[in-house]
């Protein structure tokens, strides 16, 4: 199975991705995805990218992931769509919810729903990074 977002389009095993505790994003915006892992990556932080919700649940190191960001709006499963498989699966990881369309409705639900943060596109990855580092230490 390929692990999409990575340079080369290799499987996660044969990455950088060890099956140590990483970062996971999840983003169908290549662009995205790709500027936040390379910040992360730069910054030291292991980083695992997924081009979509299924590749990512299917991914067999889930259970080294400690931190999630993903995009709300996707094809097939969104991001609150996500977020309540991961809970239903056990995972009680911080969940960090971007969208380029910060509607107040869009912020109620992802809230109600547990989400950690809920971030407008776009924004800066070294203000991610700062979220999942207090996401991490509290």
């Known amino acids: ?17 060890s099956p140590e505790a990483v970062i996971c994003v999840v983003d169908d915006d290549d662009e995205v995805r790709e500027s936040i892992g390379t910040f ?6 292991k980083v695992a990218k997924f081009r979509n919700a299924e590749d990512l649940l299917a991914w067999p190191n889930l259970p080294t992931m400690r931190c999630l960001i993903t995009d ?24 960090i919810l ?5 509607s107040a409705e869009a912020r109620e639900r992802a809230e109600t729903q ?3 943060s809920f971030v407008a596109k776009p924004t800066d990855p070294e ?3 700062e ?3 207090a996401l991490l230490s509290s």
């Not at 709300?72 to 699966?89: A, N, Q, S, V």
């Open 127 to 129: 203000t991610l990074l």
């Open 98 to 102: 971007m969208t380029a369309y910060p």
């Open 1 to 17: 199975m390929i692990f999409y977002g990575f340079e080369d389009e290799r499987t996660v095993e044969e990455q950088y991705v």
């Open 131 to 133: 979220k999942v580092e």
């Open 40 to 45: 992360f990556r730069s910054a030291g932080v």
């Open 72 to 95: 709300l709006t996707m094809p097939g499963m969104d991001g609150l769509e996500l977020h309540r498989e991961l809970r239903r699966l056990g995972s009680e990881v911080p969940v």
């Open 114 to 116: 547990g989400v950690s």
